[in-house]
């Protein structure tokens, strides 16, 4: 449906003087069969995850979010102290430390040992390993499974949630987020797409899916400000009639997900890319500075596919100390601490996580009283002032 060219790895952040990273064709595919939006170029994953570098911690607004979480499943299944919660994909344990302070016991799994470490000094718990049959042999039954953003990342769909369902409790519940990509058509975010992102999806796919795995969605919650727009979806290994939410999104799909929007979207997106390029060039042909905010995996997409490089940004800021004082991969930006920024504030800042426009323009607002302004790529190219 849509080919973005050949694009570098979004989240193999480049070492100064490391060269050139290499790049893949980015090419977007719509099933006709099961309606999933899914990139079919598979980039070897020794080759994608060699550092991780995505850390849940990094904004208020996800910590916030992962605490009503705990607090919406341990009020609405009761959980207690004898119940555990296992969260495939835990990262830095941001959503089992909510569990934990609400008294509920916790395992993670998380294959990135740095991350993981993480978690395990703060008291979480954490394989160090990959969800895969081998493990989920090993493992007991457990009343909740989660698995936050990993859908989208996991390669092979049944196999995936076979094992989760050989690790559910009969009467246990499978609660899942992704983002929805109708939301991601919808906003025309084509940066949400890389290859780490295997699958974009809909309820419908999954409702598919996770019949085949033997469990049955039947429960959605929607998020509009979470990564542009997310669902929770709760699947359980008996049959249970699906919500009017769950029905009235899947129809919504057939409409704003099918393969005509994604042939729209696809006819946006260079459009916009050009359109973005062109305001920022003509900010620089106003003798304006400007950086970008944040160095999000979707950076490395936005910049190499608008060709918006180190002769536009001066830098790009980032709260990770792990990113900071490497280069955005293709685009060669540097990135930097919000401390170093501040040395040296551009007039402009071009919003490259976007997805915490909220927190961020809250937390930059002494810069905005000032006259500074940010650049806002989605849904369409804006510039935000005070
Ligand atoms: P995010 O959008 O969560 O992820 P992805 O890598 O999947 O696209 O990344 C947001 C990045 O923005 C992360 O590196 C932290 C950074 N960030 C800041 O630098 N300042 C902030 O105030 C916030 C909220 C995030």
Redesign the pocket.
Known sequence: MLDMGSLPL??RLENLGSGPSNTYPLVVYYCHNCALIQLADLVPRNEMFTDYL?LTS?????VEHFDRYAETITRRLGLAITDKVLDVGSNDGTLLKAFQRRGVGVLGIEPAQNVASIAEKEGVPTITEYFDLKLANTLEKFCVVTANNILSHVGNLREFLANVAKVLRPDGLFVFEVPWAADVLRNNSFDMIYHEHLSYFGLKPLVKALGIAGMSLFDVEYFPSI?GGSFRAIASPSFKEPSPLVKEMVAREDKEADFWAVRDFSGRVPILAQRLREMLLGLKRDGKRIAG??????ATILLNYCGIGRDILDYA????PL?QGKLIPGVGVSIVS?QFARTKPPDYYLLL?W??RE??LA?EQEFLDKGGRFVVPFPNPEVVDS
Request: proline content about 7%; cysteine-free; aromatic content about 12%.
């Open positions: 979004a989240n995505y990094a904004s208020n607004t996800m990564h905010y944040g160095a999000p995996a979707k800021s980032d709260t990770t990113k919000p996580a997805n915490f927190e961020i937390k």
